[in-house]
């Protein structure tokens, strides 16, 4: 016996993904549902082998469904979500709406797979950030092994991480760079993103930092341990599909580069390929399509006494978004739920 799944926002990047790899991954779906804003009202996406048109979010009746994917962004979310869980659908949510609060746990299942067991409060579960989702998966076994004190990570995240017109930016300003007579100026970013880097995602924070800066800050500390210090700084680049992070980590004891290695070898979720050698190490164009956080690069840091640095890479619309809220949901269901 399967579930009965809702996909909210099925039309967009992450719904995509999240039908494919609900697909991809065999889950036990008896039915499914796919929803989008009224504008897209109609339109057909993909499940397997099956099409699907997608059905009016605004008056989709939640009772009777097992578990609905949310990618629909904080708005809708507001509206929809709690409407979907009173009606006993647990809501299983990609935006930041119910990140920070403590009553709704945000799970990464290779890290804190019990905090499942929390949705009873609310019968939602919040999916975290993408840059946070790929860090987090690294950090823990480290964590549970050497005990992390600081982190100092900086991100270069790739513009589908912006959406769908980050994307279409990305590409109309290329294109515009080798035809100066079609000038495409920065619409989705703040600066021109062809062939260029911007340090600035999300809005900008009283303290300097911005927005994106301070959830991995927040997160890593619910997710993992409220005693980490982290800062970052988080920088868009002109990647399509993956998000990359240098990550330096602070830990209480002593950990060999060697150790650390072989533990993260271990570690679910988890791809290491670390080379001293020209392209020994994963860069964002590999790892697309893939369900592994890849770690490379991992070196002693000599300026500290317990210091190592890392550099980490993820396919940002799966680990970062689809894939997670789709482990999350396996892990409901072995855990809390126990149908198929």
């Known amino acids: 016996m399967g579930y009965r799944v809702v996909v909210a926002g099925a039309t967009g990047n992450v719904g995509r ?13 008896d039915e499914i549902a796919v929803l989008a804003s009224r504008k897209s009202l109609g339109t057909e996406v993909s499940f397997g082998d099956t099409t699907l048109k997608t059905k009016d979010l605004e008056t989709f009746d939640f009772t009777g469904w097992d578990i609905a994917l949310f990618a629909v962004g904080s708005g809708p979310t507001k509206e929809h979500a709690p409407r979907a869980a009173k009606a006993g659908c ?19 299942p290779e890290v804190n797979p019990e905090a499942v067991e929390g949705y009873t409060k609310k019968n939602i579960i919040a999916n975290p950030n993408c840059s946070t989702a790929q860090m987090v998966v690294a950090l823990k076994p480290l964590h549970d092994r050497a005990r992390i004190k600081r982190v100092v990570v900086s991100t270069y ?19 515009s760079i080798y035809n100066p007579v ?39 500390k619910k997710i993992i341990d409220t005693k980490i210090k982290v800062t970052a700084t988080c920088v868009r680049v002109p990647v399509f599909v993956g998000h990359s992070e240098a990550v330096n980590i602070e830990f209480e004891d002593f950990l060999d580069e060697d150790e650390a290695r072989d533990i993260l070898r271990e570690a679910p979720g988890i791809m290491v390929v670390d080379k001293r050698e020209d392209g020994g190490y994963t860069t964002p164009v590999e790892c697309v399509g893939d369900y592994a956080t890849f770690i490379s690069r991992i070196r002693q840091d000599s300026t ?23 482990q999350i949901a396996e892990t409901l269901g072995t855990r809390c739920l126990k149908k198929g």
């Open 182 to 220: 079609d000038d495409k100026p920065a619409v989705k970013f703040t600066k021109q993103i062809a062939f260029n880097v911007i340090p600035h995602i999300d809005v900008f924070m009283d303290d300097g930092s911005t927005k994106e800066e301070w959830k991995m800050v927040a997160e890593t």
């Open 304 to 326: 500290i006494e317990n210091g190592l640095n890392l550099w980490c890479v993820s396919d940002n619309l799966r680990k970062g978004a689809a894939l997670n809220a789709v």
């Open 17 to 29: 993904e999240m039908l494919n790899i609900l697909a991809e991954r065999q889950f036990p779906v």
């Open 90 to 108: 647990v809501v299983i949510d990609n935006s930041s709406l119910y990140r920070y609060d403590p009553e709704i746990p945000l799970v990464v």
């Open 157 to 175: 995240q790739s513009v589908s991480g912006a959406g769908k017109d980050g994307i279409d930016e990305l590409w109309d300003q290329t294109k």
